[in-house]
């Protein structure tokens, strides 16, 4: 059973920085695609970036060029999220989400969502 659980999340400065991570207890996440989404408060659930098996990184969030990026510690099966230049508008439940065992690319669909990390930007 996929139990994908996010981490780091918490209350930051507006220009500051957070890391989160999702990590599984039960699958290789190397393996596969993982995604990364937010879901704003009045807002429909975005994805963000993706990374592929081979670490190929897919970007679905203009406003998340430049400032985030995604990447594997495969000794730890987790995946991060590093945001910079964190904004007010960047507050959200932040998911990460897998296809597996379907997908080792990003095609921007997947099966499985962890419940979220609470991510809030504010002075």
């Known amino acids: 059973q996929v139990q994908l659980v996010e981490s780091g999340g918490g209350l930051v400065q507006p220009g500051g920085s957070l890391r989160l991570s999702c990590a599984d207890p039960g699958f290789s996440l190397e393996d596969y695609a993982v995604g990364w989404f937010r879901q704003a408060p009045g807002k429909e659930r975005e994805e963000i970036l993706c990374?592929?098996?081979?670490?190929?990184?897919?970007y679905y969030a203009d406003s998340a060029k430049g400032r985030f990026t995604i990447s594997r510690d495969n000794a730890k099966n987790t995946v991060a999220l590093q945001m910079n230049s964190l904004k007010p508008e960047d507050t959200a439940v932040y998911y990460c989400?897998?296809?597996?065992?379907?997908?080792?690319?990003?095609?921007?669909?997947?099966?499985?969502w962890g419940q979220g990390t609470q991510v809030t930007v504010s002075s």
């Open positions: 990374i592929s098996s081979s670490d190929r990184i897919t």
């Open positions: 989400a897998t296809p597996l065992p379907k997908y080792t690319e990003c095609t921007g669909t997947y099966d499985y």
